[in-house]
C-alpha cells in the first residue's frame, strides 16, 4: 500500500495532453486535502467517519470513481492507469467497481504537516504493519491468549461465553466474560456469534482475495532504466509490482534477497476469484509469479532460490458504490451489546488508521457498558 503521488504515472513518452491531465488531477486531489464543508470537516479525512457530512460530497459515494473521472474529464490512458492501480492497490478493488467517494478520500484524506515531511513519505518496515502491531500488543502479553480459533460466541446465563479451540492442546476451551469485543471480519462474526437475541448480518460485506508471493533469490535484480526502488510497480500488469524485502538492510557485502509480489485478484467477481485461487496449485501459482519476474528482469533466470504463494481468500473489504455510506456499513457498525465490533472492514476501507480507530471506539464503548453494568 503506496502514499497517492504523481511520481507514479509515467512520464516518458508521455503526450502534452496526458501531462497536463495528469497536473490538472493532482492539482485538483491537493486543493481537495485542504478544503473543508460547511459543517467545518475536512471532505476527506482519517479516520473516514470525521469526514464531511455535506451531501454533496457523501453523495459522491453512490457512484463509482471511474464515472466521476469520465465526468470531470479525465480521459488520459496513462493517469487512468494509475488511479486504477491505486485503488486496486489500496482498495483491492478496480476504478469500476471504487466508489468515488473512496477514490478521491485516497487522494485527498492524507494530508501530513508539509513542514514535517513531504506528502508522498512513507513509514515502512520490513515486516510491514507486523511491526506497530507487535508493539501494540507488547504491554499485553500476560493477558493475550493466542493460537485460540473462536467458534462460538453467545449470551449465556454467567456472561458472554465464547468458546474456542485451543490450538496447541487440540482441545475445546471456554472464557466467560462480561462484553465481548469482535475484531474480526465481520463475516466471521456473523457466523460465530450465536444468539437469536443480536442482529449480525453480514449484508453488503464483499472482500477481494489476493495473491502474494515472497520469492527468495541469491542476487538482487538489476536491468536498465530506473534503479531498484523499495516499491516496484509494473505499468500495465496484473499484478501490482514488487517490494524490495531487504531494501533497507545495511550490509552492503550481501546480495540474495527477497521480492514480494502483490497480486489483488481482480480480473472476476471476489467469489469466482477466491474458487479459481483456491483451485490452482501452488506449482501454478509460482509459474505465474516466475513468468511475471523473467518477463521484466530476464537476468534473474536460475537466481530463483524459493518461491512461497499465500492466498488471502478475503484479504480487503472492497469499498463498492454505496456501501461507505450506505445503510448495510452504518448500521454494522452499530454495537450490540454485550457484543462490541472492531474490524477495519466497518470503515469500509483496510486502512491501519482505520483498524485501530474502530479498535478504540469499541473499547471505549464496552468500557462504558462494563461500568454501567457494574454500577446497576
Ligand atoms: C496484501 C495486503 C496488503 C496490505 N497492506 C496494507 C498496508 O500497507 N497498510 C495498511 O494500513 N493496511 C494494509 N492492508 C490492510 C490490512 O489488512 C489492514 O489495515 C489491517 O490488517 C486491518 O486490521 P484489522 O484488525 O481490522 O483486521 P485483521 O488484520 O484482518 O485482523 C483480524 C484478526 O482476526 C483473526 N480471526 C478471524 N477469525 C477468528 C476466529 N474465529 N477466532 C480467532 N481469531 C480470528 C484473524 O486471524 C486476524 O488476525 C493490507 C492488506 C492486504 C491483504
Known amino acids: 500500500m503506496r502514499a497517492p503521488g504523481a511520481s507514479l504515472v509515467p512520464q516518458l513518452g508521455l503526450a502534452e495532453s496526458d501531462r497536463l491531465q495528469s497536473v490538472a488531477f493532482f492539482l485538483r486531489m491537493d486543493a481537495l486535502k485542504s478544503a473543508r464543508g460547511g459543517d467545518g470537516r475536512k471532505l476527506f479525512a482519517i479516520p473516514l467517519e470525521r469526514s464531511s457530512t455535506e451531501r454533496a460530497w457523501r453523495d459522491l459515494d453512490r457512484m463509482s470513481f471511474a464515472q466521476w473521472l469520465q465526468q470531470e474529464g479525465f480521459t488520459s490512458v496513462p493517469l487512468l492507469w494509475y488511479i486504477n492501480y491505486a485503488c486496486r492497490d489500496d482498495f483491492g478493488t478496480p476504478l ?28 515502512t518496515w520490513p515486516e510491514g504493519n507486523a511491526w506497530l502491531a507487535e508493539r501494540l500488543a507488547a504491554p499485553l502479553a500476560a ?51 450465536q444468539d437469536p437475541n443480536a442482529r449480525i448480518n453480514s449484508e453488503g460485506f464483499v472482500y477481494t482475495p ?15 532504466g530506473e534503479a531498484l526502488s523499495w516499491d516496484n510497480v509494473i505499468y500495465n500488469s496484473p499484478l501490482l509490482g514488487y517490494v524490495v524485502a531487504t531494501h533497507q538492510r545495511l550490509e552492503p557485502a550481501r546480495t540474495e534477497t527477497v ?17 479459481e485461487a483456491q483451485q490452482r496449485s501452488h506449482d501454478a501459482w509460482s509459474e505465474m509469479f516466475l513468468s511475471e519476474l523473467l518477463r521484466i528482469h530476464p537476468e534473474l533466470r536460475g537466481q530463483v532460490r524459493h518461491i512461497d504463494v ?16 450506505g445503510d448495510a456499513r452504518q448500521r454494522a457498525a452499530q454495537h450490540q451489546p454485550p457484543y462490541f465490533f472492531a474490524h477495519s472492514d466497518l470503515s469500509g476501507v483496510s486502512i491501519f488508521e482505520e483498524a485501530y480507530t474502530r479498535g478504540v471506539l469499541s473499547a471505549d464503548a464496552a468500557v462504558q457498558f462494563l461500568t454501567r453494568a457494574a454500577h446497576g
Open 96 to 123: 469500476e467497481h471504487t466508489s468515488a467517494w473512496a477514490g478521491l478520500f485516497y487522494f485527498a484524506a492524507r494530508n501530513p504537516n508539509p513542514a514535517d515531511c513531504a506528502a508522498h513519505s512513507v513509514l
Open 310 to 325: 499465500w492466498i488471502w481468500g478475503h484479504g480487503m473489504i472492497r469499498p463498492e458504490p454505496g456501501f461507505i455510506w
Open 143 to 193: 493477558e493475550t491468549q493466542t493460537g485460540a480459533v473462536v467458534t462460538r460466541v453467545r449470551n449465556g446465563r454467567g456472561g458472554v461465553e465464547v468458546d474456542y479451540w485451543h490450538v496447541a492442546t487440540q482441545t475445546a476451551r471456554r472464557v466467560v466474560a462480561g462484553a465481548a469485543i469482535l475484531a474480526i471480519p465481520r463475516t466471521l462474526a456473523a457466523r460465530v456469534v
Open 259 to 275: 521480492l514480494t509480489y502483490y497480486w489483488p485478484l481482480t480480473h472476476t467477481t471476489p467469489a469466482a476469484a477466491r474458487r
Open 210 to 224: 489476493w495473491a502474494i508471493a515472497n520469492i527468495t533469490l541469491d542476487r538482487s535484480p538489476a536491468g536498465e
